[in-house]
C-alpha cells in the first residue's frame, strides 16, 4: 500500500476487466487446443456449445454501456492516447476493441458464426470430393457476410481495410499493395533465374526419419533457442499451431510425415518462434489491456526468423548436423553438410503455401490477396474462383493445380471467415528480415554464436525490441522503433538474393 | 415445431440456465484435468484466476433474484416436486441447489476457497515434513469455517446433516450410524476370524509389471466392460480420478506404480466405472437440472462394482487369466489360478483407505467418520487429531501409523474443506453390493457370462436401473426403485462372509 498510487482507479477498472477477458480468452484457447489435441469425436458437439458461451460472455464484458462510459472517463483522464505511457496505450488498444466490437450488430456476429461452422463441414466435404461446387454456397454466404462487416467501418479508403486492421491494426490495403507491387517483379525475376540452373537433390529428405528420434531432435533443437519448458509444451496435431492460456503456459503443436524428415523439426521450429514471443511479453502486461502481440505479421516474423534465418542457415546446421547424422546414419551418413545445406533450400514451385520454399512462399500471399480484394471489390465473382486460381497460379508459379482440392479448396482460411489474413504470412518474411539485418547490425557475431548452438543474443534482442512490448505499439510503430524503418521489402529481397544466389551460382 | 408444445417457457428458462451451468462446470472440469495432466507449472496462477472466474459466474447465475422468481413461478405451474415427472423433478433439484447456495454469503464462500487453496499447499509440506503442526492452524480454521456453513441450515437434526447432504442428498447422519453401528461388529469380527488364518502370498503382485503391457491390459478390460472410447479417454495422472466435459466426453486417468502390479489395473476398473455411469445418463438430461448422478455413494456403487465384485471375482480371472499370463510370463508362469486370485484377494490392515482390501476398507470410513462428527459436534479438538487418529487406527485395524505422514496428514479431503465425504465411500460398498445381488436375483447368469468375457447384461442393468435417471432421485430412492430396499449392510456383510470364508476357509 503506497501511498502515491500508480494506477488511477479508473485504470484499475479496466485492468481487471481486460484481465477478465483474457481469462475468458484463454479458457476458450484451452479448449481450442484440447479439441484439436485429445477431444474424443464424442466432445464436439458441447464443447461447441461451451465455446459459444465463452465467446457470448465475452462480448457482453466488452461492449456494455459501463466500458463506453468508462473508456470516455479514462480518455479525459489520459489524454493524448499516442503518448508513450502504458495508460494511454491500454486506453488507445482497448478503445479500438470495444469501437469495433460494438460496432458490429450481435445477429450479424452471430450469423457469421453460423455460416463458418456450417462452411467448415462443407469446406471439408468438397476438398475429399474435390468438388467447389459444395463449398461455393458457403464462401458466398462469407463474402457477402464480410462486405456486409466492411461496410460498417465506413468512409475507409479501401473496403478491404477493415478486414486487414483485425490481424494487422492499423495497415492499409494502400500500404501492403504497395509492398508488393515492390516485391513482385523482384521476386518473379529470381526465380526465372533459379529455374535456369540445375536443382539440388533433396530426395534424403523426402524419406520416412524414425519418429522417435524427429521428436528428440526437435525438442533439442527448440530448448538450445530458449524454449520454456516450464512454461510450455509439446504435442501432436493434424495441423501444427501455437497457443496460450496466459504467459505461463504457451503450447505448440507438431505432427511426423511418413514422407519427409524436414517438416516436424521446421515447424516445429517455427513454432517455437511463436511461443517464444506469447513467453517474453513483459509480466506487467500479464491480464492487461495491452497482453497480446502486436500483430500477426510481428508474430510471424518471429516464427520465421527462428525457422528460415535460423534454422535454414549455414551456420545452423553446422553445428546441429553431426547430431542429424548420429540418430540417422543411413540416410544422412553419405551427405556431405554442403549437400544436405542446398537440399534442405532446393527452390521448388509447389501447390500450397505451407509447402513452400522461401524464395516461392510470397507468391501463394500475392496470388491469394489479389484474389480477396477481387471478391471484396466485387471485381471477381465466386463462381469463378477455381478457373481464376488456375491461371494465377499458372501465371505467378509455373504449375497449375491438378483439381480443385490442390487449387481453390486447398486450405482451411477462408472457410472460417478469415478474409484479410493472407498478407500477414508474406509481411511478416518481411520484418523478420529486416529485424534479422539489424539484429546483426548491433551483433556482428551473431552467426558465429549460431555455428556454436548459442541463441541467447537473438532472444535477448527480440525480448528487448520485440516481445517485451505485448500490443504497446501497433505493428509499423514497433518495427519503425525497432528497425528505424516500417516494413518495407528490400531487406527481404537483398537476403533472397544473397542466399539463392550463393546456392544456386546466380 | 408440434403444435403441443412439452415444455412451457418458463421450464424451457429452467433448462437453459441449467445447460449454460452445467456448461460452465464442465469447462471447469477441463480446467482441472488439464492442469493435473498435461499443464506446465508455469500454468497454474493463471488457471487459478481462470478457475476462479468461471466459479464467480456459476454463483452469479444460479443466485440472481431472478432464478429465484422463475422457480416460484415454476413451483405454481408444476404443482407436487415429489411426482415423478422430469419437470417436477428437474425444479425440485433445482430448488435444493438454488437454495443451498443463496444461503451462503459470498464472503463466507470467498474465504473458504482461500483458506482452502492455502491449505492444500500447507497440507503437502506438512505431510512431507511429517509434521502436523504446520497444517494445524489450517485445519482449525477450515473446521472453525465447516461450522459457520452447516449452521446457516439450521434447525437440523445433526450439524453434520448439511455437510453429508452436500455429497449425499438426503441422506441423514443418523442414517449413516445406524448403518456403521450394525455394519462395524460384524467386519471386526469378521477381520478377527481371517487375522488367525495363514495370509496367501501375494508377493507376485507386489513386484514391478511392464508399464506398457498394463497399459494394454487395462484398456483390453474396460473396453470388454463397455467404456466408449469415442466418449472418453485414459490418460496418466499422480491420483487417478474421473472427470467429465458433458455426456460425449467422459476421462479417467490411472497410473503405474514401479512395485505393484494390480494397483494400476484395480484403479482403472474403478475410474471406468465412474466414466460409465457419467456415459449411461439419459440423452434428454444433457444440459438439463437432472444431468447430475444421484449421489457420491451411488457414483461410488458403480466404480466399486467394476473393480470389486467383476474386477475380484472369480469367474472374472478365469477368462483374463490367460492373457495376463502371456503378458507376464516370467512372473506369473508357474503362478495358479487359484494363487493368483487368493493372492489379489489378501487381507490385510493397511495405513490408508486407497490400500485397504475389500474386507478392510470400511474400517478407515468409520473411522474418518467418528473423528469428523467429533469436530463438528466439538467434542474432539484439532490439535489432539494426530493421537486421536493412531490410537483408533489401533483399534479398528490393530496397526498404528509410524508417523502423522502415514496417519493424520494421509490424504488431500480435509485440506480441500471436504468434510462429509467419507461416509460416501462406505455407503457406495454397500449399495455395490444391493445392486449386484438384485441384478443376479434377475439374471442368474451373470458370473457365467463374467467367465466368458462378456459384460453387456451388467452394464444393461445398471444402465436400466441407475445410471439413465441421472438427479432424477436422491439416491435412497434410487436404490428403493432399483433394489426394493434402501441402502443396508445386510447384502455387503453377506458377501464379505462368503467371499473370505471360502478363501480363508473360515
Known amino acids: 500500500m503506497s501511498d502515491k498510487p500508480q494506477t488511477s482507479e479508473k485504470m484499475q477498472e479496466l485492468i481487471n476487466l481486460a484481465a477478465e477477458l483474457d481469462d475468458l480468452s ?3 484457447a484451452l479448449m481450442g487446443w484440447d479439441q484439436q489435441v485429445y477431444m474424443p469425436r464424442g466432445g464436439s458437439e458441447e464443447r461447441g456449445t461451451q465455446s459459444a458461451l465463452i465467446g457470448r460472455l465475452m462480448h457482453e464484458k466488452l461492449t456494455s454501456e459501463k466500458v463506453g462510459k468508462l473508456l470516455a472517463d479514462l480518455e479525459a483522464e489520459v489524454g493524448d492516447l499516442n503518448a508513450d505511457t502504458d495508460e494511454a496505450r491500454a486506453v488507445k488498444v482497448f478503445k479500438k476493441a470495444y469501437e469495433k466490437q460494438t460496432k458490429v450488430p450481435w445477429p450479424l456476429l452471430m450469423e457469421f458464426i453460423k455460416v463458418t ?13 474435390s468438388d467447389f461446387s459444395i463449398f461455393q ?33 492499423g495497415m ?37 526419419y524414425k519418429t522417435e528420434y524427429q521428436e528428440l531432435l526437435g525438442r533439442y533443437v527448440i530448448t538450445r533457442f530458449g ?16 497457443t496460450e492460456f496466459g504467459q505461463g503456459d504457451v503450447r505448440i503443436t507438431t505432427r511426423y510425415l511418413d514422407d519427409d524428415g524436414g517438416s516436424a523439426l521446421f515447424s516445429t521450429m517455427h513454432e517455437a518462434g511463436h511461443a517464444m514471443y506469447g513467453q517474453g511479453i513483459a509480466a506487467k ?33 553446422s553445428f546441429f548436423y553431426p547430431s542429424v547424422q548420429m ?51 466485387g471485381g471477381m465473382q465466386v463462381a469463378d474462383l477455381p478457373e481464376i486460381w488456375n491461371s494465377k497460379m499458372q501465371e505467378y508459379l509455373g504449375i497449375t493445380p491438378k483439381n480443385d482440392a490442390e487449387g481453390v479448396l486447398q486450405d482451411v482460411h ?49 525480448r528487448e525490441h520485440i516481445h517485451q512490448y505485448g500490443a504497446k505499439y501497433e505493428p509499423q510503430e514497433l518495427m519503425l522503433r525497432a528497425t528505424g524503418s516500417k516494413i518495407t521489402p528490400e531487406p527481404y529481397i537483398n537476403y533472397l538474393k544473397t542466399k539463392y544466389g550463393e546456392i544456386y551460382d546466380l
Chains 1, 2 share one sequence.
Open 137 to 169: 454456397p458457403y464462401l458466398q454466404k462469407i463474402v457477402d457476410l464480410r462486405i456486409e462487416y466492411a461496410k460498417l467501418f465506413q468512409p475507409y479508403d479501401h473496403i478491404y481495410d477493415a478486414l486487414l486492421d483485425d490481424y494487422e491494426p
Open 26 to 28: 484463454h479458457i476458450n
Open 327 to 377: 540418430l540417422f546414419p543411413e540416410i544422412l551418413g553419405n551427405v556431405s553438410m554442403n549437400d544436405f545445406y542446398r537440399g534442405i533450400n532446393k527452390v521448388e514451385p509447389s501447390m500450397i503455401r505451407v509447402e513452400a520454399d522461401e524464395a516461392t512462399y510470397n507468391m501463394h500471399i500475392m496470388l491469394r490477396l489479389e484474389i480477396e480484394m477481387g471478391l471484396m471489390e
Open 285 to 317: 502486461y500479464n491480464r492487461h489491456p495491452l497482453s497480446g502481440a502486436a500483430s500477426l505479421a510481428i508474430h510471424e516474423s518471429q516464427s520465421r526468423l527462428w525457422e528460415n534465418l535460423v534454422g535454414r542457415s549455414k551456420e545452423f546446421w
Open 227 to 242: 524454449f520454456d519448458w516450464n512454461r510450455g509444451r509439446l504435442d501432436l496435431t493434424a495441423h501444427p499451431f501455437t
Open 117 to 129: 461452422t456450417g462452411a467448415h463441414e462443407a469446406w471439408v466435404e468438397a476438398r475429399t470430393k
Open 172 to 208: 492499409k490495403t494502400a500500404d501492403v499493395k504497395k509492398i508488393f507491387d515492390e516485391l513482385r517483379p523482384q521476386q518473379v525475376e529470381l526465380l526465372k533465374a533459379i529455374a535456369e540452373k540445375e536443382p539440388p537433390d533433396n530426395s534424403f529428405i523426402k524419406t520416412h
Open 414 to 462: 477462408w472457410s472460417g471467415g478469415m478474409i484479410g489474413y493472407f498478407p500477414t504470412y508474406a509481411l511478416g518474411n518481411l520484418a523478420s528480415v529486416q529485424l534479422w539485418d539489424k539484429l546483426l547490425e548491433e551483433n556482428p557475431n551473431v552467426h558465429d554464436e549460431i555455428a556454436q548452438g548459442k541463441f541467447d543474443t537473438i532472444l535477448g534482442w527480440m
